[in-house]
């Protein structure tokens, strides 16, 4: 007996599941002495309600909601492990892109295509008084919805007027896609693959793209969870850091493969989530566990920019108390014998300098930063 | 608490009828609501396997019924959130539920959480408190927003006025006066003018690119 408590973690059906669902299989998470059930969720709201209450002790989770969680009187989240780099993209469907490289060869043929032939065609539907365009991402609060935000924005469409944004969830992001519901949408791992492999659209950019190494989910858990439970959150942590080195190994990406397109993890074809896994997501390398203060101030900083949340909110503070690199530095460094030498992190790199259009981010002006963008809802204040 | 006569009571709706969707791949849940519901007139209460935002825009349902499980669960709280085209009470439903689930629910913005399903004889009574505290909700997001935007416009007028004083040595008697003829004019609020006055005056001073 180890004397931990057992625990019921949530995840949502996407490949960056994958150090849940690996800690479980693998027996990391049983080599720490926990016993662990995963519980498949079907919305990133409910996660973060059973989260809140305690009816479960953490999950996979939206970065951007683990910040939020905590804003409007819910219950204070931490975030001591991002779960992945990359693996989102942005897809648009065969129709609108063929119609794309008809307004606009040149830039749809460019090796990082922008949103710059959507903004031609968006201006010429305007001029036939056609309806928006339809996009959709998977909640007001994740890392798809400010990706497709920032690129609409940088090619000078405003995600709020020019266009319309959805959210739909993940799984259903292909059959809407097929009906013509929507136009195009953010989302990740598999279902841009999925999308892709079923000739039904196109992959226009990718997260690794867009932001060389930037964030995406992370494992959240209630602040008050983790002050009772310091033991079994550190346990977790580390079954969690080995099961990510483990999925990131090419090795065991076969066993990976088959492991998430089982259907009560992912469910989809294994070709689909072999892609992503192949050439896009990184779950540790680069310190990609480490959660990120200037990742999560970037977050904020779009929350701002959206009128998400008010710009007298103090985002350092926010960032600082709910992403925790401590916490994860910490468990990293204990299990240092185990996955010497990449896991020290002691100079972990620091990140790519910025996103795909190169405008600077500075996260201790955050604020400006969003404030600073030709689109952006936050009020200048004179 | 007085009536206000410029909203409808909160059971107006009920008055005129209910128009119930309710989102579930199983039609017995459906037939469950409508059951339950037997003796309002006019009802139409419709079933979809999935939310699908323009048939529901077209429907126009006050209530929206859906389990605590379901994946549209994102999409409707968007919806909420962003405030914008048909919002809607919504009723969930679970058959079982851990302590405080409820609470979280209802204060992410659902309507009535109905724990143990959902018994006909229940439907109408949870669809009714749904449909009043909803209401109820929007009144007072529609307070909050126009005492913000109350007090925002209050404070373009300051800076318009502080403007007039500067650039056109008035004091904040005339200043206040040429605004309020200005409006008058123009057939505008007095804020509108104060704002257009402040955008102009960026531009002149090169504010705007």
Known sequence: M???????????????CAPLVVAKAQGFFAGEGLEVTLSREASWA????????????????????ALAAGLNGGAAMLAPLALNQNGSAITVSSRLATQLREIDPKGMAAPLITAAPLARLVEQRRGQDAPPLTFAMVFPQSMHNYALRYWLAQAGIDPDRDVRLVVTPPPRMVEHLRSGEIDGFCVGAPWNAVAVDEGLGEVLIKASQLWPGGPDKVFGLTATWAERHPGEMRAALRALIRASAWADEPGNHAELVALLSRPDHVGVEPEAVARALRSEIVFHRNAAGLPRREHALWFLSQMARWGQVRPELDLEAVADAVYRPDLFRE??????????????FADAAPPASGLFDGTPFDPVKALDYAAAFPISRVRAEV | MDPDPSQPPPDGLRAEGMRVLVIDPD?????????????????EVRR?????????AAFAPDVVVIAADSPDRDTLESLREAGQHNPRAVVMFVDRSEPGLAEQAVRAGVAAYVVDG?????????????????ALTQQLRGDLAKAKADLESRKTVERAKGLLMKERGLDEDGAYRLLRKLAMDRGKPIGQVAADLLAFAGVLKGDAS
């Open chain 2, 48 to 56: 979809a396997a999935t939310f699908d935002e323009r048939e529901v």
């Open chain 2, 118 to 134: 959902l018994a006909p004889a229940r439907v109408r009574s949870i669809l009714d408190v749904a449909m009043s505290r909803f």
């Open chain 1, 2 to 16: 180890s004397g931990l408590a057992d625990l019921t973690l949530g995840f949502i059906p996407l490949t960056d």
């Open chain 1, 331 to 344: 468990a990293a460094a204990s299990l240092g014998p185990v996955l010497e030498p990449a896991m020290l």
């Open chain 2, 27 to 43: 039609s017995a849940r459906a037939a469950l609501v409508a059951e339950g519901l037997a003796g309002v007139q006019p009802l």
């Open chain 1, 46 to 65: 409910t996660i973060r309600d059973k989260v809140s209450v305690g009816s479960l002790d953490g999950a996979h989770m939206l970065g951007p909601m």
